[in-house]
């Protein structure tokens, strides 16, 4: 191995970097710092030919369809749809859902065993991760009220899952409702059911409201648009320069929450809690969604117009901590090494998670990237990453979390990965990993 430079420890590295002061001005970040390297990320639209920043309703106006923006806007429709956003929620007709091409790990094959076609009214996902079911009856298809495996896992190459059935909710006794809050996440115009006079879409007594399209298409975000498109003259729809309001309320559970406990499932952090684990990333934590995300584009099938900061465009001066140039190979699975490949570890679990035959006995991973961005560098055992009751995130006096090394390291120095680092040693290591000089 190469000399590692004791000598330089963190408190060194420390006072020679700079911290970074964040000053957000209506969405345009202003740093300063006497001896920072200048950045400047892309700036996030703050003015434009819109008019409305406050009134999500836009004025009473109905809701046209994504099909009816896309008339004019063909551009932002087609980088749209190939997002997730566009088929969070898919009706079945018969068929399968069809998802466009360019999306190759999208699709599902097969309704659970003993179903067909015609006995699902909706898909749930299927697109990035995971495929749940709706029942005709507008119920969410579970292992505890139909006795078979009910989630349809999609491939997942890096945490080594390949496409099939696995269990959902086996201890559901009684039909589980597509409710409201779901509903909000997943659909366009949601409508709460009238007490008085309950409705569900299509009668679909499982479905616990109404909305205008499935998924989260234009008006999602933009508010109904019947009193935008009439020729020129001031334009009336919502636009969210900040990004904030309009991501956090589906991207927080449970949804809409402004708590900021990160929720956790079977050691696992729970999807969809990404405002929750910024709030807990210290030098993030004031970040809006689209500092670092175009709202259209996807980040799975359509990464490089997704991401419109990347982590060097404001930490020009961090190396990769003795990663430059590394490319993890697992088999068929090859990943070359990125600052999000440490830094946004895969502790979120929404489908599936690699077994020992992957990541080894001590590895952890999930499917899905963590926004929390800090590492402990003294624990790798995920349980203190928890609480007690592993029913959320631990959180320090300043209210930050930090990823342990087995989801940060582990999930690659494993022996069947890379080769695998006794855990005091990793620790040693990351403690000081990006001061360590590295050899060529
Ligand atoms: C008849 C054509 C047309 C239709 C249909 C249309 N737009 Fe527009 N939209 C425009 C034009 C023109 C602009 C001005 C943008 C420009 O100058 O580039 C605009 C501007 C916008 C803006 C900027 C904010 C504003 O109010 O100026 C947003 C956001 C937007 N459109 C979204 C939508 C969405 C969402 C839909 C569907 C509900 C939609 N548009 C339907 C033509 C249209
Ligand atoms: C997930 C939420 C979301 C969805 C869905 C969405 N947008 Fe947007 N859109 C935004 C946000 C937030 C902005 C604000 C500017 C930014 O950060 O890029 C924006 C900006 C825009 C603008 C530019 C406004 C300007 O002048 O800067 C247009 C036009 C637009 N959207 C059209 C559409 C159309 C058309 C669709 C559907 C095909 C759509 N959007 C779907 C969130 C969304
Ligand atoms: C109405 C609810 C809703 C809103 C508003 C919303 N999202 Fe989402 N978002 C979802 C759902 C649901 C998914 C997951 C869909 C799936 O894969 O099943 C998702 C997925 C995503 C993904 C993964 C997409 C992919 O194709 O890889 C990103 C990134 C994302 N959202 C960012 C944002 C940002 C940024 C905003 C604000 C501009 C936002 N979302 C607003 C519901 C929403
Ligand atoms: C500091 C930058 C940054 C901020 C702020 C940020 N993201 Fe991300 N996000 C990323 C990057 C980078 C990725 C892609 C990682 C990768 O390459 O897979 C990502 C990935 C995602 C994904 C897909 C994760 C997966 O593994 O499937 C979702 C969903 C998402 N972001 C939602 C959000 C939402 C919602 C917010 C605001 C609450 C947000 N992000 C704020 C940088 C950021
Ligand atoms: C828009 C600018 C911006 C982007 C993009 C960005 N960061 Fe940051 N980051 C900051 C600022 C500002 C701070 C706070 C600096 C400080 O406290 O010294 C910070 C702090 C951090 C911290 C320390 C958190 C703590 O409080 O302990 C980490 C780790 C980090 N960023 C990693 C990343 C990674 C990895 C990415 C890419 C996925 C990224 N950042 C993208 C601006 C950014
Ligand atoms: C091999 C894993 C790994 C990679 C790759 C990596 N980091 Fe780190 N990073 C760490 C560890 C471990 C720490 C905590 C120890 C430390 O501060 O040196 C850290 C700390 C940080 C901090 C906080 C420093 C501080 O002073 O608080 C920032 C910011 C950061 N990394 C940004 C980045 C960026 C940007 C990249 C990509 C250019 C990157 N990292 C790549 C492992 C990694
Ligand atoms: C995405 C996978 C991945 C992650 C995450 C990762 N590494 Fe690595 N690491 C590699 C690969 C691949 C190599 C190169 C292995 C080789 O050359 O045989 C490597 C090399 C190293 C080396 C030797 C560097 C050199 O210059 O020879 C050390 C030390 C190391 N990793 C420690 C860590 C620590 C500590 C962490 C967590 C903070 C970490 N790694 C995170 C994949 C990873």
């Known amino acids: 191995m190469q000399n590692r430079n004791r000598s330089n420890p963190l408190s060194l590295f420390r006072s020679a970097a700079c911290r970074v002061g964040c000053l957000v001005v209506l969405g345009l970040l ?47 429709f087609s980088v ?14 018969g068929q399968p859902p069809v998802f466009p091409s360019a999306a190759t790990r999208a699709g599902v ?9 015609n006995d699902a009214s909706y898909v749930i996902g299927g697109y990035t ?7 005709l009856a507008g119920f969410i298809v579970t292992n505890g009220t139909s006795g078979v495996d009910s989630q349809w896992n999609l ?50 007594v499982g479905i616990q409201g109404e909305f205008v399209e499935a998924g989260v298409q234009c008006e999602a975000c933009h508010g109904p648009g019947s009193k935008h498109p009439p020729a020129p003259g001031p334009r009336t729809l919502f636009v969210d320069s900040q990004g904030t309001q309009t991501c956090n309320a589906c991207h927080s559970v449970p949804y809409g929450s402004a ?38 584009a996807s980040v799975t099938y359509d990464r490089s117009n997704a991401i419109r900061n990347a982590c060097t465009a404001c930490h020009s001066d961090m190396n990769m901590a ?41 590895g952890r991973m999930g499917d899905t990237r963590s926004h929390i961005f800090r590492i402990n560098t003294e624990n790798a055992d995920f349980t203190t990453m928890f609480s007690d009751d592993m029913m959320s995130v631990r959180l320090d006096d300043e209210g930050r979390a930090a990823a342990t090394i087995d989801f940060v390291c582990f999930r690659c120095h494993n022996g069947i990965g890379a080769f695998s680092i006794q855990a005091d040693l990793a620790a040693d290591i990351a403690n000081n990993m990006h001061a360590i000089p590295s050899t060529p």
């Open 259 to 296: 708590d900021a406990t990160i929720s956790v499932s079977d050691g696992y952090i729970v999807p969809q809690s990404q405002h929750q684990e910024l709030l807990a990333s210290g030098g993030h934590s004031s970040f809006s969604c689209t500092f670092c995300h175009d709202p259209h």
């Open 155 to 204: 491939d997942f190459p890096a945490n080594g899952t390949t496409a099939g059935f696995a269990a959902y909710e086996t201890a559901q006794a009684t039909p589980l409702a597509f409710d409201f809050d779901m509903l909000q996440v997943y659909t366009t115009g949601p409508m709460m059911q009238d007490p008085a006079a309950p409705l569900s879409q299509e009668n679909r």
């Open 30 to 76: 202003v740093l300063s710092g006497a001896d920072c390297p200048s950045f400047s990320p892309v700036p996030v639209a703050t003015e434009g030919p819109f008019n409305n920043t406050t009134d999500n309703t836009n004025d009473g106006a109905s809701f046209i369809g994504a099909a009816a923006c896309g008339s004019c806007h063909s551009d932002y």
């Open 322 to 362: 003795l990663h430059e140039g590394k490319t993890l190979t697992r088999g068929d699975y090859t990943e070359t090494l990125s600052c999000e490949s440490c830094h946004m570890p895969f502790s979120v679990r929404d489908g599936s998670s690699a077994t020992a035959a992957v990541v080894g006995a001590v």
């Open 109 to 117: 094959p097969n309704p659970p065993a003993g179903f067909s076609w």
């Open 129 to 135: 991760k995971r495929a749940r079911f709706l029942d």
């Open 80 to 93: 749209h749809s190939l997002h997730a956003h566009a088929h969070a929620l898919t009706p079945i007709l």
